[in-house]
């Protein structure tokens, strides 16, 4: 059994910043691309930031420039490193992970942090 534990949501101030970290661990496996999105009250979940195995980075356009993913793969671990925050950045953010079992790949989500900025 796999699972996908977040750390490091919070409350902070709009223009503050927040670094939320998501490891994998359980059963012998292996991790391939990796994402956060997130999901706003009223409002459909959203992908914010992946990243591939090999490092190869994607954002959408309302955090370009402010939010950076990054992942440990020694460590199982992705992080989103959310800078000059805005309250429409309130949200519940959740990981997932593309991971492979065995023969058996699947998609994977973490339980969510939640996210308020206050303006």
């Known amino acids: 059994q796999v699972q996908l534990v977040e750390s490091g949501g919070g409350l902070v101030q709009a223009g503050g910043s927040l670094r939320l970290s998501c490891a994998a661990s359980?059963?012998?496996?292996?991790?391939?691309?990796m994402g956060w999105y997130r999901q706003a009250p009223g409002k459909q979940r959203e992908l914010v930031a992946g990243?591939?195995?090999?490092?190869?980075?994607n954002y959408a356009d309302s955090v370009k420039g402010r939010f950076t993913i990054s992942r440990d793969n020694a460590k199982n671990t992705v992080y989103l490193q959310m800078n000059r925050l805005k309250p429409e950045d309130t949200a519940v953010y959740y990981c997932?992970?593309?991971?492979?079992?065995?023969?058996?790949?699947?998609?994977?989500w973490g339980q969510g942090t939640q996210v308020t900025v206050s303006s």
């Open positions: 990243i591939s195995s090999g490092g190869s980075t």
């Open positions: 997932n992970a593309e991971i492979q079992v065995d023969w058996n790949t699947a998609i994977y």
């Open positions: 359980g059963s012998t496996f292996s991790i391939n691309g």
